[in-house]
Structures are given as C-alpha cells and as structure tokens.
C-alpha cells in the first residue's frame, strides 16, 4: 500500500500486482476493484491507483482533502513513473494519466472522468515527439482543456464547442479530426485564454499536480450532481456510499489507424446469446464512443480490420467471464496495436438475456443453479411474461403516469367500454382511456388491449382489474384531461381525439402518441427450468389471486399452488349478474333481496366450481362481499334510467334508493362484514354456492379444499358473527348433499383494530390473510383512491422513500402485521398466516413476509412467477448464501 500512514486511502496496481482485488468494492469502488483484479490476473490494464472512496464523503464535508493523502497520491504517483518509466510533468516521456470515478455501484455516465491530465505547452510537445504525430499530441491537449475547464472549471461546454466550429470553418474542414496540429494549438490557446477570462482572470492550471488535485477534486463534487443524486434515488443507492477516483495510465486509441477503443460485452445484453458484442471506433478515444459524434462500428469489423487485437479481445472476454463468473461489461483502448482493459464489470441485461444468460451458465457449469436463482433481479421477469415496446421503434411522449398493470398495448383511443366492446369484437385493437374506471366498464376492460385512467393510484379499480386481467394498465397520467363529451384526451394543451392510435406502457408507466411497434416475449425453457429451480429452494408457498376460472387457470399455469384471495364481487360485474347484483342492492326488504340472490346463486356457484376443478385440490380462499353497495350502481342519470328500465322500477325510485346508498367514505363504511352482517342472506347465498360446488366436485372424486374468508374484521364478535352464518350454511349443504367437506373459516386482517386484537380473533379464526391494501389505507389514513394526487410529490421530496401501496411499509404497515402475527400464532399455534393485498407479487414485501413466518403470499396471476423468484431468494438470504446486492445492483 502507498505512503506510510496506518489509513491507507490509495491502492496502486501495475506491472501484474495490485494492492486491491475485486472483493473491495466498497473501498475500491466496482471500476477499481475490477481493475485491481485485472491486473492480479495479468490482464494488461495500464497501471495506476485508486482512491479510497471514503475520501470522497470526508471532502464532501469538509471541503479538504486529509493532511495525509497528499503524501500518499505523490509516494503512488513516484511509483507510476517508475514502472511507465515516464515523468509526470517532464517534457520527455510524459506521464499522462486519465481521473475517473466509479462508486461501489455502477452509476453509468453520472460522475465525471477528465483525460489526457499532465498535459501543457511544454508536455504536450514531448508526447508530439514520441508520438511523432504532433496533430494527435495537440488534439489530445485541446481535449484535455476543454475536459477539464467543463468539469473542474465548470464553465460552460457550448463556448468550447463554438470555438471548435469556428477554428474548423475558418481552416475550411468538416471533422475535427482534419484540423491541423497548427490549428489545434492555435485552439488551445484560445481555450486557455477564455478559461482565464472565464474564471475572472485565474490562468488555466500548468503545473500537472495542481491539476490532478483540481481534477480528483470535481470527480468527488460530481457525487453530487443533481442528476447522481437522482439516479442514486431511483436505484435506491445510498448517499453515504461516495466514490473512488482512479488515476491511471493513458492509452491511446487516437494515435493512429492502428488504434480504436471500444465496449464489449462477453454476450449479447438484449438476447444472452453467447458471443462477444460491443461496439468500437477506430482511432478514437473513449468519449467519441460515448458523446456519439462519431459512428461506431460493430465489434465484429474489428476481426476484420484487426485480427489479432480482436482474438486476444476475445480471448480475454471469456478469461474475464470465466473469473467473474458472470458476464461481463468491457472497456478496451487499442494502442498501436496492443489491447489494454479499462474496465470490467457485471453487465447490465434485460430480462429475456438475465434469464437466459443464468440458465447457459449453469449448463456450462460455471454456476450453480441457486446462483443463477439469487442473480435475477424477480421484477425483470416482467419483461418475459408481457409484450414489451421494441426498442427500435420510434415513440413520441405524451405524458407518464403509474405503472399500474405491465405491459405495453397500442390501441385507437375510445372513451366509452360499451364502443370499445363493439370495435374490440370486430378486431380493433382500442385502448380504454377514463377519468377513472368503475365496474361498468368491466366489459370494456376485458376486451381492450390496454388501459389509460386520469385519477386512481395503484390499487384503483382500473390498476387492480387490469392486474387481474394481465392487460396493461397506466393510472393517475399525469396532466392528462378526459373530456369524455366531445370524446378527446389532451396533455398540456395537446389534443388526441376517440379513434386516434396511443401506445401504453403499464411497465414504465409512460404514454406515447401513435403505434409503436410491439415485441411478444416468449416463455422458453429456460424461463421454466428458473422456476423449478426456485420452487426446489423456496419455504413460502405462492398462490394467485383470481377471481375467475380464466384466472384460476393462468395462476395455474405460472406456477399458482392454491388461490389466496377470489373477490367474488368480481363475478358479479357482467351482464345477466350485474343485472340480478342491482336487483338485489334495490330490494326494500329481505324477500326482495333473497329472490334476486336466488338468481346469483347458480351463477357463483357455477364459476366456484369451475374455480376448484382448475386449482385440482389446491386451496381456494373465498372472500364474501366487500365493496360498498353503491359500487354495483350507475352514477349518470341516463344509466339510472336505463336500469330502472331493466328492472322495471319506476325512475324516480331507484334515483331515491341510489342517492339513499351514498356515502362520504364509502371506503370506511357499510362494507366488508359489515354488509354481511345487515343482510345475512347475503353471507348465507355465498356460502352456500361455496359448498355447493365444493360438494358437487368432491361427489364427482375432484380434489377441493375451500377457505371461506370474511372481509374488513375490527372485532371479533363481527367474525364470531359471520362465522356462525357460514358454519349453518356448511352443515346444512353437507347433509343435503350427503357428503362433507373440509375447509377453514378465516379473516382477512386489514384494518389496525384486527391487528391489534388478533389474538381475541385468532381463537375464532383458523386464518388470517394480510389485506395490506386497505391495511396500508387506514393503517396510513390515506385514500387508495386519491393518494395518486399526492404520492408523487411525497416521493419525489422524499418524504417518503417508496409508495407504501407497492411496496410494503415494514417500519410502520410491517409491525403491525408481525403483531397479528405473534399474538395470533400464541392463541392458535397451527394459524394459517398469508398475504393478499398487492404487495404479495412484490420482491421486497414477499421476503417480508417470508422472514415473518406466513405460509404462503398472494398476487396477480402475472406476478405469480416473480413471487416465486422472490420467495426463494428470500430462503437464500435468510441462509446467507445469496449475496444481498446480488440480484438488485
Ligand atoms: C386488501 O385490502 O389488501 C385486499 C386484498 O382487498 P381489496 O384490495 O379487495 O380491498
Ligand atoms: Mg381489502
């Protein structure tokens, strides 16, 4: 280690041997510790040394660099000229170095790098001579100036740019490259002096030192640059975490035609197929490949134009590849032939290429299987599972919103479900776009391709029954105007009218006027044999969340070992039902109310039975009746009529009756068990078309194991209530059938009182199932419904740090739920405990609950997969086999 101090802060690597290795990522960060280990391997990486990045977050503070650090870049620096045998400041051999950062986590493109550092009018002649190119050593002073005055200096880039084009129109040339070394020093002259002016009258550094301290200075400021900061939010980073800065030896990729510096990736990032793919520019430095000024060529011309650098590239992709047993991220420079590694990291992939990429790698052996488990990030396997925007495909933004449901569509806008279902039945593919959905657009819903809501957060009627559905869903657009009357959506005074063609993506929540073109993702093999490979080490068992045999079937299909919650409300959304469900919320008195449940019965109980059949044995977790009343009713005085008319009633009365079931918060009112407890003939129907088909599958040898749950319990006499209902119902069914059937009567745990008396409701309860949408509603006395106009702002100045409606808020929503846990585990040991809100598909939330000890977690059927991922990932952090940042950075 340099210097001499008990705080070694700076790690050199040269000549095949660095202080560091890629185990001090923290210390190194990801750029130094990949080239510390590069050079451990004998790798050519020209030698330099990294800075600690603990230095960063002590300069950030104080504004100085430690008394002892000075000493220590200058013992690495002596060190530097001894095995480049080059001077650092001398006219002969000059050592140039570049200054580049790199944090622990790979932030691309956020922080700062200055090249070519060391050069001035005396260097820069000394590289003119040795390189005997004076055009090259004096572009390489001009890039250095401009660098350096942009990111120490901070002065602006456009002045330089300006300068650059008018010195090349005056010389009568187009590319900068043409420009001569008379013209480049001319330019380097007149940078320095507006550099001087600029900074009100301060000369532009000479002296190398000066000018490395200035530029290690800017690379630790660049930790906090706006757009870092953001990144660092998005990617959940802390800001503790500063960077390191690593001085290295400049190679030269723009020495001449022998010379190119390129990335490589040791496979294809978008696919995973196994073959070297990057990109690369001959005679170029490493920004002309970035800033894209000039174009790149495909890796694969480089085996054309350079052989042996290509073989030794390839060669040294799968060394690396082997080593890191992981694919990897490369950057090389070409000097005169001779290849040299800059950087080495874990490659960022899409879903379809992590997936993929794993699976070859434990085919190759270089893995195990539970790596290739721990190293997918689970939300990446949305990629696989719904349509994505082609990359290629040129969008035009309109707005974003709420990436409620993922997936992209491309539809014509309609603004009405009834004209959606008649254009989605003749083939034409539409997007639903509402101020927000309601049950009546149910059919419409089902048949478009996409959906666009104005208002509603995540857990909103159109986001859950998009969910449901597996359709893409974007809520809550921002800015978005629905003016359903004259049939047009407008964003910021931009106009799409009904018919006119939208593309939606519920995975990023974004919204693009026109059709992009739309890629299918398919479920290979591979995809498959992740999925065995997790069910082999997960504890938590992962059911689905559906409502209807279509859905039942696909949770199936994903994996699905049961189903945790089926909201019946649902099957009474279409058609004949919903219809018989107005019937019955109408009736005046009990009579009334019966007759039109009789005529609900054969129809929940037919969809119950083709429910168990689906789930072959499978726990099936009904809910009774939930959603307020009024919920099932129309709003526009037109569709009043209309009912009215269907239900031959007199208008006038079933306006009364509906503005009778009004309620100001009618998400705290009469609903849940509450309504089960005014009408029990409702709880008495539902329970009977539970058994029914239970006892009608069981007769005929089918596997069935009902769960019967009773919503929104605060109290266990409402429970005890309910229970007794369900019980005399049971019995009732089975000695009419003749035959018995097993089940168990359980709660749903979603507001803060059943929380706290769980231990009084488990010794009624077999279950509990965690109903975290509503528990994070009352639990936060915040609206699902309406936290959309709010969130975003509480996000975006972190006032909290994730919406507590997709990710499960453990500190406050957590305790809770580990308190029900605990006390309902004490009054009853063998408490089946699961979760259904929408945090049960959510990685973070799954692990959760895993830790908690809960049986199983639920989620939409296209989540179901990612819960899998999730739930074993959780047993291998639990067992300490699955490095934390492992499947996330
Ligand atoms: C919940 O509240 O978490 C839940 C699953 O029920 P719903 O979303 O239907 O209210
Ligand atoms: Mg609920």
């Not at 080059?86 to 493109?109: D, I, Q, T, W, Y």
């Not at 757009?227 to 800001?239: F, G, N, T, V, W």
């Not at 400049?250 to 990335?263: C, H």
């Not at 799954?846 to 809960?854: E, K, S, Y």
């Amino acid at each position: 280690m340099s210097g001499t101090y008990s705080q070694p802060s700076v790690f050199f690597f040269g000549q095949g041997r660095a202080d560091g290795t890629a185990t001090m990522k923290d210390t190194l960060g990801g750029k130094g510790a990949g080239l510390a280990e590069m050079t451990n391997l004998g790798i050519p990486v020209p030698p330099g040394f990294t800075i600690a990045s603990a230095i960063c977050i002590t300069y950030l503070e104080t504004h100085q660099f430690p008394p002892w650090l000075r000493a220590q870049v200058e013992t690495s620096l002596q060190r530097l000229e001894a095995v480049t045998s080059r001077h650092f400041g001398g006219k002969e051999s000059p050592l140039l170095v570049s200054v580049r950062s790199g944090a622990a986590v790979s932030m691309p493109g956020m922080m700062e790098t200055i090249l070519n550092l060391g050069l001035n009018d005396n260097t820069v002649e000394g590289l003119a001579e040795e390189s005997g190119n004076p055009q090259f050593a004096w572009d390489s002073y001009r890039r250095f100036v401009q660098m350096y005055s942009a990111v120490v200096l901070d002065l602006p880039k456009a002045e330089f740019e300006r300068m650059l084009e008018a010195r090349k129109q005056k010389s009568k040339v187009t590319r900068d490259s043409d420009l001569s070394a008379a013209d480049l020093k001319a330019l380097v002259k007149e940078y320095k002096a507006h550099a001087e002016k600029a900074t009100g009258g301060k000369p532009f550094p000479d002296d190398p030192m000066e000018q490395l301290w200035g530029a290690i200075a800017a690379v630790f400021e660049s930790w906090h640059t706006r757009r870092a900061i953001d990144y660092r939010k998005l990617h959940d980073i802390p800001d503790s975490m500063g960077t390191a800065v690593n001085v290295v030896t400049m190679v030269f990729g723009n020495i001449g035609e022998d010379s190119g510096t390129g990335v490589a990736f040791t496979r294809d990032p978008s696919t995973g197929e196994r073959k070297l793919y990057g990109e690369f520019l001959m005679n170029a430095q490493g920004e002309d490949v970035v800033s894209g000024t000039r174009n790149v060529e495909p890796i694969a011309q480089l085996k054309e134009q350079m052989p042996a650098a290509y073989a030794e590239l390839d060669r040294l992709a799968r060394v690396l590849e082997r080593h890191f047993r992981d694919v990897q991220d490369l950057e090389f420079t070409i000097e005169r032939g001779k290849l040299y590694m800059l950087q080495t990291r874990r490659a960022q992939r899409s879903g379809p290429a992590a997936v993929r990429i794993s699976c070859e790698m434990v085919d190759e052996g270089a893995i195990s299987e539970e790596e290739a488990v721990a190293r997918i990030p689970p939300e990446d396997l949305d990629q696989l599972l719904h349509p994505m925007i082609d990359p290629d495909s040129h969008v035009d933004l309109l707005t974003t919103g709420l990436p409620a449901s993922p997936g992209a569509a491309s539809g014509t806008v309609i603004f009405d479900a009834d004209i959606a279902e008649r254009l989605a039945r003749k083939g034409e593919a539409v997007i639903l776009v509402r101020r927000e959905t309601s049950p009546e657009d149910f059919h419409g819903m089902i048949v478009c391709k996409g959906i666009l809501t104005a208002r509603g957060g995540m857990t909103s009627h159109a986001a859950v029954v998009a969910r449901g559905l597996g359709k893409p869903c974007v809520a809550s657009a921002q800015d978005l105007e629905v003016d359903e009357q004259h049939q047009t959506l407008s964003v910021g005074g931009r106009v799409v009218k009904q018919g006119e063609w939208i593309t939606i993506d519920g995975g990023s929540g974004r919204v693009f006027v026109g059709q992009a073109k739309l890629m299918t993702a398919e479920l290979s093999g591979n995809f498959t044999r992740l999925m065995q490979w997790s069910d082999k080490v997960r504890q938590i068992r992962v059911r689905v969340n559906a409502d209807t045999p279509a859905d039942a079937h696909r949770g199936r299909d994903f994996g699905a070992e049961g189903i945790g919650l089926c909201r019946t409300e649902h099957m009474f959304f279409e058609g004949d039902r919903l219809l018989a469900m107005r019937e019955m919320i109408l009736a005046q008195d009990t009579d009334g109310r019966k007759k039109a449940l009789a005529k609900l019965l054969p129809m929940q109980r037919g969809d119950f039975e083709a429910i168990f059949r689906a789930m072959e044995g499978f726990p099936v977790c009904i809910r009774l009746l939930d959603p307020p009343l009024h919920e099932f009713l129309p709003k526009e005085p037109r569709e009043i009529e209309e009912m009215a008319r269907a239900l031959g009633k007199p208008v006038e009365e079933v306006e009364r009756i509906v503005h009778s079931l009004a309620e100001a918060n009618p998400m705290l009112g009469l609903r849940g068990c509450r309504l089960g407890i005014i009408y029990p003939e409702i709880t008495a129907m539902q329970a009977r078309a539970i058994f029914e088909a239970a006892c009608t599958v069981a007769a005929r040898k089918g596997r069935v194991m009902p769960e019967v749950m009773i919503p929104l319990v605060a109290n266990v006499i409402e429970f005890r209530k309910q229970a007794l209902i369900v019980r005399q119902v049971a019995e009732e069914v089975f000695r009419e059938r003749q035959i018995t059937v097993p089940y168990l009567l359980g709660t749903m745990i979603e507001l803060p009182r059943a929380a706290l008396t769980a231990d009084e409701i488990a010794r009624e309860a077999q279950f509990f199932s965690f109903g975290t949408n509503d528990l994070t509603q009352t639990t936060w006395g915040l609206s699902r419904d309406d936290a959309g106009r709010f969130l975003p702002y509480y996000l975006e100045h972190g006032i909290i740090e994730d919406d507590p409606f997709q990710v499960l808020d453990t500190n406050g929503v957590g305790k809770l739920i580990e308190m029900a846990c605990q006390l309902g585990r004490r009054t009853r040991q063998d408490l089946k405990l699961g979760i259904c809100g929408e945090h049960g598909g959510e990685a973070k939330s799954v692990a959760f609950c895993d830790a908690l000890g809960m049986n199983y977690v639920s989620c939409s059927p296209f989540r179901v997969p990612i819960a899998r991922l999730a739930a074993a990932q959780s047993t291998l952090m639990q067992r300490g086999t699955m490095d934390r940042t492992r499947a996330t950075v």
